[in-house]
């Protein structure tokens, strides 16, 4: 069975510009999860998407959008890049059952550098 | 708020020797507990959970007990190996708030184990 899956492993953009990334979830699971990882903040929780719909959202600023598709790969879009969005990006996926959610599985992150 | 606290490191260890790593956390609820670890390079692997009170995960000759009376999840080894080393997370997962899909991380703790 596939883990989960995200793309581009890197990623370096320029102050401004906008970013996408993109994941695939393990087969069979509809929730998906975003974390941005930095050394100064740890791992925090950005938003989950269950059945193509935003169900919890953290703490970050509206450039920070999301959006899941009826096949459960998701993506997550950061607009005019600042230098503090330079992090790991980390997507979790996880299945729903009986209201709750299993165990979440991680990718591999994307790594975006903001220049 | 829900939170985790887990010890500061790193903590260097020399090989075989006993790992414990500890883990508190605040919570409105019945959270579920998680312990992942992150090798170089790479994203979050599970490395065990707990869903109750009392319950033990274990994995790899890892362990860690919920304890709802200290609050604690605390992880421990008997006999740590040279390729353990990496960084552990402590997490939760709230239940009964219903969001089960957005996961809080402890600050993590480098582990680097001596040969």
């Known amino acids: 069975k596939a883990g989960v899956t995200q793309t581009p492993r890197y990623l370096i953009k320029t102050r401004g510009q906008q970013v996408t990334l993109s994941c695939s979830p393990i087969s069979g699971h509809r929730s998906v999860s975003w974390y941005q990882q930095t050394p100064g903040q740890g791992l925090q929780f950005l938003f989950e998407y269950f059945s193509e719909t935003q169900r919890n959202k953290g703490n970050f600023p509206g450039r920070f959008s999301g959006r899941q598709f009826s096949n459960s790969r998701s993506e997550m879009n950061v607009s005019t890049l600042e230098l503090g969005d330079s992090a790991l990006y980390l997507c979790?996926?996880?299945?729903?059952?009986?209201?709750?959610?299993?165990?979440?599985?991680f990718g591999q992150g994307t790594r975006l550098t903001v220049v | 708020g829900n939170s985790v606290t887990q010890m500061e490191g790193p903590v260097t260890l020399s090989e075989e020797a006993f790992l414990t790593i500890n883990c508190t956390y605040t919570a409105t609820g019945y959270p579920s507990l998680f312990w992942y670890v992150q090798y170089p390079g790479e994203g979050l692997q599970l490395l065990l959970k707990?869903?109750?009170?009392?319950d033990k995960g274990s994995n790899k000759g890892f362990e860690a007990t919920y304890r709802k009376e200290t609050t604690s999840f605390h992880l421990e080894k008997g006999s740590v190996q040279v390729s353990d080393s990496a960084v552990y997370f402590c997490a939760l997962s709230d239940r009964s708030s219903g969001n089960t899909g957005k996961l809080i991380f402890g600050q993590g703790t480098t582990l680097q184990v001596k040969p």
């Open positions: 979790a996926s996880s299945l729903v059952q009986g209201g709750e959610n299993t165990e979440a599985f």
């Open positions: 707990a869903t109750k009170a009392d």
